[in-house]
């Protein structure tokens, strides 16, 4: 059984136990688990008979070589501050992590619709499908990669110049196992993170795990409002002239509603 800890997260633990039922009562059986929470060690008690325990220590990850930051950002502005730090051209080639399988897809489209050409890969995609994603990556045709931690497994991309964590997951150990897609071969790479209220716990244990603190950065959004205002004008471009003392109006209002929220 390979990837333990990943079935564990993708729920497929009951499906694991009942394959394990049908299978021969003699037999040689191996786990292997990149990490041991103790749902693991649970999993391996009942389907292992008096195993021997083998723990590989990993490889060093070379955290001297990677720049490692992290905006502290709500939410809903998370896309909105991932289409501007991509629209850098120092953004050469860039792995952007989610959570979830879902959560890809949307960044990916939304960063489509940005003008940024990118591609998803997740468990969601069929095998075709995951390597057309990885070859585009490769060969330059889509400069971000959208992945999911279980797809990531195995994806080894040279000259990843950025990974950002659009979420923070919520083992620490696959923090280490991002980042590490950058800095290889003795290059450079830097971490972004960004953390909403929601995942400072997250944070805090990954911080913990890699006896460092992230560099934080700043970030103002743009004003809602703004946005709100080129919107109307271009719908309303035609009507402008009819109703120009009530909309001035009622911009100015929502102009100062908008820019005393995003100041909150």
Same mark, same amino acid.
């Given at each position: 059984?390979? !990837?333990?800890?990943? @079935? ?46 083998? !723990? ?15 905006? =502290? ?10 289409? !501007? ?23 990916? !489209? ?66 280490? =196992? ?38 934080? @950065? ?25 109703? =120009? ?5 009622? =911009? ?13």
């Amino acid at each position: 059984l390979d !990837e333990a800890d990943r @079935m564990l997260d993708m729920g497929f633990i009951k499906d694991v136990s009942a394959i394990v039922r049908s299978l021969p009562k003699e037999r040689q059986s191996l786990m292997f688990s990149a990490t041991m929470p103790k749902e693991i060690s649970d999993l391996a008690s009942r389907i292992l008979n008096e195993p021997v325990r083998i !723990e590989v220590s990993p490889k060093p990850v070379p955290t001297d070589r990677i720049i490692e930051q992290v905006y =502290h950002v709500g939410a809903s502005a998370k896309r909105a501050l991932l289409t !501007e730090i991509l629209r850098d051209p120092a953004m050469a080639r860039v792995i952007v992590f989610t959570r979830t399988k879902h959560g890809a897809n949307r960044v990916a !489209e939304n960063l489509d619709k940005a003008g940024i050409t990118s591609a998803a890969i997740h468990g969601n995609k069929s095998q075709n499908a995951r390597q057309r994603a990885l070859a585009d990556f490769k060969s330059g045709k889509a400069r971000v990669l959208v992945a999911t931690d279980i797809a990531a497994r195995g994806i080894d991309v040279a000259d990843v110049s950025h990974v950002i964590n659009f979420e923070l997951p919520n083992l620490p150990e696959s923090y280490v =196992h991002r980042i590490g897609r950058t800095a290889r071969a003795g290059a450079q790479g830097i971490a972004i993170s960004f953390c909403d209220p929601a995942e400072r716990s997250f944070l805090r244990g990954i911080e913990r795990l890699t006896k460092k603190t992230l560099t934080q @950065m700043s970030w103002t959004p743009p004003p809602q409002s703004q946005r709100s205002a080129e919107n109307r004008q271009g719908q309303n471009q035609g009507q402008r002239h009819q109703n =120009h003392g009530h909309r001035g109006k009622s =911009h100015g209002q929502g102009h100062h509603h908008q820019h005393r929220r995003a100041a909150a």
